[in-house]
């Protein structure tokens, strides 16, 4: 068995075992509703009068649960929002990117699930 075969074999048994491996149905949901002054809000926990909500950043029509960890620094993704959803043929509607961003992590790179 030559060096390519032998690593064209492993790249097969590699793709195989990675197909037939249980995929893991992920756990998360986002829930929305209206406030009573009108505003969107998105949560990652249900409804609630004990809820305490956030503006999210560049926006005043859509509040989070879930507050921006550093607000001066709210804006550093918006170029990155822009690219992917422009390269992905998705509406450019920053708030509407940016808002579960800011529910699942309050826009904290090192954010990590609970779950």
Avoid: K
């Avoid at 305490?52 to 001066?72: D, H, K, L, Y």
Wanted: hydrophobic letters at 40%; zero cysteines.
């Amino acid at each position: 068995m030559t060096l390519m075969s032998s690593r064209r074999t492993a790249a097969v048994l590699i793709a195989l075992v990675a197909m037939l491996m249980p995929v893991a149905e992920a756990d998360a949901q986002i829930y929305s509703w209206r406030a009573a002054d009108g505003a969107f809000v998105v949560s990652d926990r249900p409804p609630s009068h004990e809820i305490t909500t956030v503006s999210v950043p560049g926006t005043t029509q859509i509040r989070t649960t879930r507050p921006v960890t550093r607000v001066e620094e709210a804006g550093q993704y918006d170029t990155l929002i822009r690219h992917h959803t422009t390269q992905h043929g998705i509406r450019a509607d920053l708030d509407l990117v940016r808002t579960p961003i800011q529910v699942e992590s309050g826009l904290d790179p090192r954010a990590r699930s609970p779950v």
